[in-house]
């Protein structure tokens, strides 16, 4: 009661308004209303003053007090319910924190400890939050109401060597706690000591009891030290507006306390009842302004995007074209990317398919018309037109894109070359049935002759089907320059076969002599057998190819020329090559089958001499025709003939062949045989050997004289004229040849 007693000394002073005024704390209070006292913020309906509490008979009022500490001058501004400084007040939950008195006995001061009692005639002692709490070593204490209906208390006690920090909870060790019943509005502590203090009044001669919030004593050495000079602790009560339920309340309108948006609740102890903001709301549940809406937007929510506040609650949503309902803990706002992004990637894809295609259709058909374009160029129209014309032969000839011929060389690579021609690169092709071809490519730039010489070839080749004759299988205009695409023949051309430089194991006179004879009997086919008959134009060694059996294969028709049934001859630009053009032929300008015999006859005169028919090296004759000629006619015939073929076996063979070969090369169209003769002396030729080999060396023997007396008559036939003017064709070939070479020059090649 002493220690009470203190609070009694009250003065009635100004109450500076020194407390930071909280905006919260105002927005709780009465318009008008002094909101705090010293620092604790008074909501209404409690107030200090009057009008400012609720009207219920002082129930709710407060005496806020400016006291003047007597020894510092010191101003201290507290609050009052009645004689108890109100430390705190809380509307929801409804409750008071006060200041409440500790109980202490100590050694030798006082025997009666009893009579520390409190009273709170409008709050009950909430029995949740606060405990009642004896602390000492030898102590027992009891607290009891005021009417006597309840008692309760515990024992604590220690020794000197109790050690209180490994001890740490409060209990039964120098401290004990206790729960009281609720709805108790006072009490009455009783402190005592069971043996006088008597052995632990040198280092712990005191006892404390109280009832004090949770939490507000933890016990230790130190807490037992300091509780010394403790006073006060603070307690928590509940409060409630008195003596009518809800129901009973909310009868009167008027007295109602519960404002807008706000809903009525019971306490558990006692009697009244108290007001709380609705879910959503916030605010002073008793002013006549009542629980605001909270603007749950601005604070935290569940919307994952977009937040709409209401009355009392609010709604999320998604932007527009997000999927989900917009709460964090259910299925949130589904970002709309994935369809977005899959549309734009879809739209996209279809544009750039769109584009794409155009573009590529635009390339394919500028390519497309870039092919048409070389195809008319090459002649192609022309080509088909003849093709028609020669029903039969077109299904031979067949039109390659460029395309499969690509691949069929590598696009055109190096290592695929044959050879380089007079006309153009020869490459090697594989077509898809693992076919060799060899496929011809003209030189760049192919100008109007070119293409007419390739236009021609096509023509003349696809009339033609000999097994000496190289077969065309077709050819491709798509491309800049044309293509021809040929039968393959791989073992090179007859030029590079008796070449004695390029060649040790040169071709045996048996081999030579087959060769002339399958030569010649193409060109005699083409000259007479072919549909039209054709002029080769161009017969030379390297124009025959040799397959792998040595089989000859005339090739290179650029030159050639179909020759109309009715004309006998025609006249065209000279075409040739030196070493082999026909004299007459340059000079007249008259183009007729004889120019191949003559050309042909050179070729003869290579397999039998081993010499190129053209040499400006040539010490004795740079023509091979002229200087085999004046040979002939000097009777040194055998010095001419290759030393490689030169066996006595074959001298006669020989002869023969020389003999037709001069024939051959006479200046005089008219006096050469024809293809068809040359052809089928050759054969009898070989025909003769066959023979002689069966019927053994005699018989062969006789056999040959007959024959050189019948190729002697043959021959001797055709001399008559021919002798007398040797010298003068051979001039006349020789003048020929000057001019040709005065032509070619100046033609800049
Ligand atoms: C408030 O307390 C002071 C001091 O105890 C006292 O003088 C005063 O009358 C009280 N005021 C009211 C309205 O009770
Ligand atoms: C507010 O408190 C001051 C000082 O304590 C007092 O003078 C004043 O009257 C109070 N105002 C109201 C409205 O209670
Ligand atoms: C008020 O101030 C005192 C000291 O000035 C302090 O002990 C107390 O806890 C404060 N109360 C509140 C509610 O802030
Ligand atoms: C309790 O309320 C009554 C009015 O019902 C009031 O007269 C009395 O002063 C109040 N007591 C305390 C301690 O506040
Ligand atoms: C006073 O009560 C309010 C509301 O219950 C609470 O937030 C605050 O911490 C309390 N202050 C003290 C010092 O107990
Ligand atoms: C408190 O209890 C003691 C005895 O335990 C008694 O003597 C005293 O009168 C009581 N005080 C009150 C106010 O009832
Ligand atoms: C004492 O208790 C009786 C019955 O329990 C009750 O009627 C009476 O009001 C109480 N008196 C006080 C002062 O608490
Ligand atoms: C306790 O001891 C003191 C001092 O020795 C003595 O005055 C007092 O009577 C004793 N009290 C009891 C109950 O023995
Ligand atoms: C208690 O207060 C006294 C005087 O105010 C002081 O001398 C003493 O040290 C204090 N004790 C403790 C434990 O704080
Ligand atoms: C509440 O009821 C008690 C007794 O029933 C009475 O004394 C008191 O004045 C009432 N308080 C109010 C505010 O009506
Ligand atoms: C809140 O109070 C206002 C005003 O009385 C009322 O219009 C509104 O419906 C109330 N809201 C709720 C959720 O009760
Ligand atoms: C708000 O509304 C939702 C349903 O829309 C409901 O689940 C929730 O409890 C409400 N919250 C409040 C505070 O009314």
Known sequence: MGLLSSLHFKLAVLVTTTAAALAAAEAQTKPGCNYTCGNVSIPYPFGTSENCYRDEDLYFFLNCTTTISPSSGEATTQLFSEDVQVLNISLDPPELTVSGDVSKHCYGFNDDVSGNWMMFPNYSISNTKNRFTVVGCDTYAFVEDLNGTFTTGCVSSCSKETRFEEAGACSGVGCCQTSFPETIRDYNITLLSFKNYTKVRDFNPCGYAFIAKKGSFNFSKRELRDLSNRTEFPVVLDWAVPNQTCREAQKDARRYACKQNSTCKEPRSGIGYYCVCEDGFKGNPYLDTGCKDINECDGDNRCSRICHNVDGNYTCSCPWGYGGDGYKDRSGCKS????????????????????????????????????????????????????????????????????????????????????????????????????????????????????????????????????????????????????????????????????????????????????????????????????????????????????????????????????????????????????????????????????????????????????????????????????????????????????????????????????????????????????????????????MKRHSWVKGEDMMFEERECLLGHAAASTSAGYDGAYGNVSANTFATYDCIQKQMAFEIADGR
Request: hydrophobic fraction near 40%.
């Open 336 to 687: 709309p990317f994935k369809e977005i992004s899959l549309g734009i990637s879809v739209c996209f894809l279809v544009i750039f398919t769109l584009v794409s295609t155009l573009c590529w259709g635009n390339k394919q058909r500028a390519l497309k018309q870039l092919k048409r374009q070389y195809f008319e160029r090459n002649g192609g129209n022309y080509l088909l037109q003849l093709l028609h014309q020669q029903q039969g032969y077109i299904d031979r000839t067949k039109i390659f894109t460029e395309d499969e011929l690509k691949i069929a060389t590598n696009n055109f690579h190096e290592s695929r070359i044959l050879g380089h021609g007079g006309q153009g690169t020869v490459y090697k092709g594989i077509l898809p049935d693992n076919s060799f071809v060899a496929i011809k490519k003209s030189r760049v730039g192919g100008d109007s002759r070119q293409v007419k010489d390739f236009i021609n070839e096509v023509t003349v080749l696809s009339q033609v089907n000999h097994r000496n004759v190289v077969k065309l299988f077709g050819c491709c205009l798509e491309t800049e320059v044309p293509l021809l695409v040929y039968e393959f023949v791989d073992n090179g051309t007859l030029f590079d076969r008796i070449d004695p430089l390029k060649n040790e194991h040169s071709l045996s006179w048996e081999t030579r002599l087959r060769i002339a004879a399958e030569t010649a009997g193409a060109i005699s086919y083409l000259h007479s057998s072919a549909s039209i008959p054709i002029i080769h134009r161009d017969i030379k060694s390297a124009n025959i190819l040799l397959d792998h059996n040595h089989m000859a294969k005339v090739s290179d028709f650029g030159a050639s020329r179909l020759i109309p049934l009715d004309e006998a001859q025609v006249s065209t630009v000279v075409q040739g090559t030196l070493g082999y053009l026909d004299p007459e032929y340059l000079l007249t300008g008259q183009l007729n089958e004889k120019s191949d015999v003559y050309s042909f006859g050179v070729v003869l005169l290579e397999l039998l001499t081993g010499k190129k028919p053209y040499e400006f090296l040539r010490l004795e004759q740079k023509n091979l025709a002229t200087y085999f000629a004046s040979s002939m006619k000097e009777g040194s015939l055998l010095e001419v003939i290759d030393k490689r073929v030169l066996n006595q076996k074959y001298v006669e063979q020989l002869q023969e062949v020389a003999f037709l070969a001069r024939r051959c090369i006479r200046v005089h169209g008219e006096k050469r045989p024809t293809m068809k003769e040359v052809a089928t002396e050759l054969e009898g030729l070989i025909a």
